[in-house]
């Protein structure tokens, strides 16, 4: 590693993370992008006004969206560990729609959803979600879900191997 190269690395395994994995060892390559991007992450992962339940569940969410299974293996404890139900992670991995027991929840799921179906989110959605988390958190929901867009984009176009022990969680799942 260079000296830049390095310094981001221990930053990163000194940090929240207390790691290196996933996309940042493809962004080390450049250790500038490297930086920026582990501490976009950081923030968006650790700093926001989302609660750590909301977070992992619009990952869930775009890791299923891109079926990206090491994002999906390395969120899933998370999430579970965060409160998500077995049930709404299961729907999730089948790609279907779960049935919730938190009206706050529902509106996460379903911000996310359109979002990366559609693109875009209805006019109702946005408002359910504003009503929610308010502007601040809107804003940092919508960069979350592009900041784990990106990070499943780098896994799969890298082809990241699942982490040893690992089943894909996609290829028996309903489609």
């Keep these: ?8 690395y221990q930053d990163v395994v000194n940090g929240p993370r207390g790691l290196m994995v996933g996309p940042l060892r493809a962004a080390l390559h450049n250790a500038e992008l490297a930086d920026k991007w582990q501490q976009f992450g950081q923030l968006l992962r650790y700093r926001t ?7 992992e569940l619009a990952i869930l969410v775009t890791a299923r969206a ?5 994002e999906w293996i390395q969120h899933e404890p998370v999430a579970r560990s965060n409160g998500l139900s077995d049930g709404i992670i299961e729907a999730i991995r089948c790609n279907l729609r779960p049935s919730f027991e938190r009206r ?6 379903t911000y996310a959803k359109e979002l990366h179906d559609r693109h875009g989110v209805s006019d109702a959605v946005y408002d359910d979600a504003l009503s929610l988390i308010g502007t601040v958190g809107v804003v ?5 879900i592009g900041y784990y867009t990106l990070v499943a984009m780098t896994l799969n176009a890298h082809a990241f191997d699942l982490p040893a022990g690992s089943a894909h969680p996609f290829r028996e799942a309903a489609e």
């Design 49 to 55: 006004s989302l609660p750590p339940r909301h977070s």
């Design 66 to 70: 891109w079926d990206c299974p090491f």
């Design 1 to 8: 590693m260079t000296p830049a190269q390095f310094q981001v």
């Design 104 to 109: 706050d929840d529902e509106i996460i799921y």
């Design 140 to 144: 940092e929901l919508t960069a979350l």
